[in-house]
């Protein structure tokens, strides 16, 4: 099977895909018949994995947040002992690996998990490795930590597992599904057993190609080599940070993620901004990241076409967001210096990191990584109460609509966007202004449009225009088009307060219902000058700093809102 994306699909528990298994779980649970959808019980891939748990561990020996994983599957059809055979088959005939580098280890059950059930000692699978002629010192056991795989995400198939190590590194997992795991974690035993298998290909290569590290193997060095360096401890740890997050940005951005202040956006726009950080430490050009992605399109596009297909837009991202954070890095830096030089008791305050992220756009983890290097501590507590505090700030005021989007009014917002309802509403918000744009721009040469009505809340927008006739699918399809590739472009949102009837005589969109103050608020999106701006419109806010913070768009519907209104309805993912 093809690798599915890394933003999966039909599966909200999880916000990227963190293994093989995870575009097979209806197959697990019995809900789609393999037979019917690829003829058989059992398959193999390939598949793109992210994983930010070790975010922290990259820049050592194995550990990466982009990873390729292989992985052998079974629906209902062979179980513990053929998945055991074959991995050890593979391992030591195929791979050639001597027994003696081997050792495995077992589930060893757990009598109390915190749902109050046991799972029983996993004693099948020792066995069936004294069979295969390892001897008991070669046979671990450990807990659930260890040894109990799943779910991905809040609930799915899960089960014990059985570990494959070469020379004390994990390389092969072998997963047997016999529960699903419930969001409450009550486990209920499977219709059908399953196999899920994983491999890391890069630690594969590091064995079988005797590297000491990943980064020393054919996957990592055509990469590593092209960036400048000494062979020095904390410079190699940044070019290896800098190389895994390169290649896992490449691959997240030709996957649709884009950077922004939430979910898979956020994850993105962290690894972006930490390999921009160690750039710093090794005084690399500005734009260093581009020739790297570049070389990831090259070193990978074979085997995943998208990368050229999305070539163009990966490298304006990659530049968009290089650019938008290396003019804050180094005044952050000085404000981070001045902060750690004046603490005699080495703990920077929460509201002190807080500003650094309010102010400069630091994320937390990239000022915890830089008060560790320095030996300082953070009050991750003061953190909090900053962070919750900022939250119900953005939260406060909702008692008047405005603008005519239907929205509540926000105060004191500056558009530091998280993952509340409140910065959900105010990133669709300032899609629903790059939808109405881009009506006027596909429809506009054949009637007017003319906003009618709005409504906006954390899961959609809907939005009521004047238009004589149904859309078509084509036209539907080009708007997106439209307001995505506006979000791709990362625009900037500027507020400028005017006369109103200068605002109009610009080109500012009002709603028509609305009645206005002689002096209102203009949100322009791209340029300062509404007379320049793609967008202009008369509006309370808020909105995002800039439209790459937005996510992909999709309109969901499109449909009658009374005679002569047609109704547009939309999310972001």
Known sequence: MSSSSLVPKDDPSVLLTTAGMQQFKPYYMGNKDPIKDFGTKRTTSIQKSFRTPDIDEV????????????????????????????GWEFITEELKISPERCHVSVFAGDPSTSSGQAVPEDKESKKIWKSLGLADDKIKKAGRKDNFWGPTGSEGPCGPTSEIYVDGLEIWNLVFNEYYCHADKTLEPLKQNGID??????????????????????????????????????????????????????????????????????????????????????????????????????????FYPELSVKREDILTVIEKEEEKFSKTLENGLKELGKILVAKADK??????????????????????????????????????????EHQEISRAGAEKKFGGHGIAEITNHKSQITNSDAGKITRLHTATHLL??????????EAEVRQMGSDINAERTRFDFTFPRKLFSEE????????????????????????????????????????????VNVYSIGDP?????YSKELCGGPHVDSTGEIGYFKIIKEESSSAGVRRIRAIIE
């Open 59 to 86: 820049g050592d020996e194995s550990h990466l947040t982009f990873f390729e994983m292989l992985g052998n599957f079974s629906f209902g059809d062979y179980f513990k002992e053929d998945a055991i055979k074959w």
């Open 197 to 302: 298998t994983g491999m890391g290909f890069e630690r594969l290569a590091m064995v079988s190609q005797s590297a000491p590290t990943v980064f020393e193997t054919d996957l990592f060095l055509p990469l590593v080599q092209i960036i400048p360096h000494k062979e020095i401890l904390n410079e190699t740890k940044a070019v290896r940070i800098i190389a895994d997050h390169i290649r896992g940005a490449t691959f997240l951005i030709a996957d649709g993620v884009l950077p922004s202040n939430v979910e898979r956006g956020y994850i993105l726009r962290r690894i972006l901004r930490r390999a921009i950080r160690y750039g710093k430490v090794l005084k690399l050009d500005k734009n260093f990241l581009i020739p790297l992605s570049q070389k990831v399109i090259e070193m990978y596009k074979e």
């Open 347 to 388: 703990i920077i305050s929460g509201k002190e990191a807080f500003y650094l992220y309010e102010s400069y756009g630091f994320p937390m983890e990239l000022t915890r990584e830089i008060a560790t290097e320095k030996r300082f501590a953070i009050d991750e507590t003061g953190w909090e109460i900053a962070f919750k």
């Open 436 to 445: 109405h744009q881009a009506l006027h721009d596909i429809l506009g040469q």
């Open 476 to 519: 539907i399809n080009k708007i997106e088009e439209v307001v995505n590739k506006k979000i791709k472009l990362d625009l900037p949102v500027f507020n400028k307060k005017m006369n109103k009837e200068d605002a109009i005589r610009l080109g500012a969109r009002a709603f028509f219902k609305e009645k206005y103050p002689d002096e």
């Open 529 to 533: 000058d509404p007379s320049k701006a």
